[in-house]
């Protein structure tokens, strides 16, 4: 019963680099988002996607692309990573609903840019 | 938008004492979640809350969501050293597109022996 599974579990980049964070869901739902956690901040949502081939930006995507060509996956691409990139990164997933349909969180990115 | 705030920041207590966290917000919420987050780990949902008035309970711990559903409050009955996570609560603006989920900045809880 895998749930959400996200890799790599860390990640050390240099300034510039480029890399994909990958996010799988085996529950068939339609709804996935990626936030980041800072210190302090609790979490913040970064792109969503309410279903394969829609995506929309939240409130921190710049510096950020996704998309989602299919149900079960949603990376996550920093195209240039900068040093505030520096975070924790969750992927989460969701059935549709109003709000109320509970969010299953993988175990998270850790990622470091130098 | 809607801002989430959460109080207090942090809390350390000793086993057996009770402890309440709040969540509010100026607008009002549709509905709001609950998460602990331990270290390591993503946040798990404790529960979801969705009707003015509403009060739930999960064992020791009490869920209540404000007449006016602009806030929240979380209570710990006795609590124990496995209550110790990040609280998080969180819910999406009632005035915005589904799907723009926002979190408080958490309640760090510490429950020692």
């Known amino acids: 019963n895998a749930g959400v599974t996200q890799t790599p579990e860390f990640q050390v980049l240099k300034t510039g680099q480029s890399m994909t964070l990958q996010c799988a869901q085996d529950?068939?739902?339609?709804?996935m988002s990626w936030y980041r956690q800072d210190p302090g901040m609790g979490l913040r949502l970064i792109h969503y996607s309410v279903g394969a081939g829609i995506t929309d930006q939240g409130e921190v995507p710049n510096g950020y692309n996704v998309s989602r060509s299919t149900t079960e996956d949603f990376p996550l691409r920093l195209l240039s990573a900068a040093p505030s990139q520096t975070s924790v990164y969750f992927c989460?997933?969701?059935?549709?609903?109003?709000?109320?349909?509970?969010?299953?969180f993988g175990d998270g990115t850790r990622l470091s840019i130098l | 938008t809607q801002l989430l705030e959460q109080s207090p920041q942090f809390l350390s207590i000793q086993e057996g004492e009770n402890l309440t966290v709040y969540c509010n917000s100026s607008?009002?919420?549709?509905?709001l979640q609950w998460y602990r987050q331990e270290p390591g780990e993503g946040p798990v949902l404790l529960v979801t809350?969705?009707?003015?008035?509403e009060v739930k309970k999960l064992k020791r711990l009490t869920f209540q969501f404000g007449d006016a559903r602009k806030d929240s409050s979380l209570h710990i009955t006795a609590a124990q050293p496995g209550d110790t996570g990040l609280y998080l609560c969180?819910?999406?603006?009632?005035?915005?597109?589904?799907?723009?989920?926002?979190f408080g900045a958490g309640t760090q809880v510490v429950v020692t022996p």
């Open positions: 989460a997933s969701s059935r549709q609903g109003q709000g109320n349909q509970p969010q299953h």
């Open positions: 529950m068939n739902h339609e709804y």
């Open positions: 809350v969705v009707t003015g008035g």
């Open positions: 969180a819910s999406q603006p009632t005035t915005d597109s589904w799907g723009k989920f926002q």
């Open positions: 607008s009002v919420f549709s509905s």
